[in-house]
């Protein structure tokens, strides 16, 4: 399985970008998929992830980013929208196994596919 995400750019601060990764390979429709994100000098962070029984989401972009796929496109996208100066990082969407528990959601070592990153750049 291969993914390649997509969609980053510079954007005003309040305004929406959507991120989007494409999935080659068969990563099964009930697989878990995320979002995470990284600036330079720091860890990579918990965004947002899909399983099969639903969403989950880091406190800072609850309410303002929404996680989304089409199986049947192989596609998995990020809406964010009322993006903030500390959005700004490169994004990450990776793919992991079904099942996973929540609190396992949020690190990246449960998750065995990533994508090469797309930047995000918010301005004031």
């Known amino acids: 399985v291969q993914l390649q995400a997509s969609g980053g750019g510079l954007v005003q601060a309040g305004g929406s970008l959507r991120l989007s990764c494409a999935a080659s390979?068969?990563?099964?429709?009930?697989?878990?998929v995320g979002w995470f994100r990284q600036v330079p000098g720091k860890e990579r962070d918990f965004v947002a992830a899909?399983?099969?029984?639903?969403?989950s989401y880091s406190e800072s972009v609850k309410g303002r980013f929404t996680i989304s796929r089409d199986n049947a496109k192989n596609m998995v996208y990020l809406q964010m929208n009322s993006l903030k100066l500390e959005d700004t990082a490169v994004y990450y969407c990776?793919?992991?196994?079904?099942?996973?528990?929540?609190?396992?959601?949020?690190?990246?070592?449960?998750?065995?596919?990533w994508g090469q990153g797309t930047l995000v750049t918010v301005s004031s």
């Open positions: 990776a793919a992991g196994p079904a099942g996973l528990i929540t609190s396992s959601l949020w690190s990246p070592g449960s998750y065995t596919f």
């Open positions: 390979g068969r990563t099964g429709s009930r697989s878990t």
């Open positions: 899909m399983k099969w029984s639903g969403t």
